[in-house]
């Protein structure tokens, strides 16, 4: 008798150990946006698109109408339980040319309670051209997955 209430206490606490480490929350990220660092190397006015590739890599998005944007898009989902992954944050990185290929704006924005912020800005003239977009990019990403992403 007494060997089972030592099996049953032990199966009790592995049972616990179990359902706690079960709600420790789970974080993913996915996309990518160059840091800080890597966009320092990059020069408003002088840079083209081959040099900035070069330096920090190739972009998450384009420009829809016309290829003078290019978007890095970098969002980071919360995974905690049976519950659904929720996206917790969300940061997109502009970078604009001008007619003759060269850097003409260098923009950060993320979110803050579902509202576009600007995070930071290296601009030589007027702000993004192509804002619907990146609303839209803002707007949807936390609708899809990677799969969707990569045609898994």
Known sequence: MHKMAGIFRYSLMVAILLGLASCTAIFRDHGYVPTQTDLEAIRVGVDTKDSVVTAIGQPTAAGILDVSGWYYVQSRFRHFGYKEPREIDRQVLAISFDARGKVANIEHFGLERGRV?????????????DTVFLRQLLGNLGRLDAGQLFGG
């Open 117 to 129: 912020v600007t995070l930071s800005r290296r601009v030589t003239a007027s702000s993004v051209r």
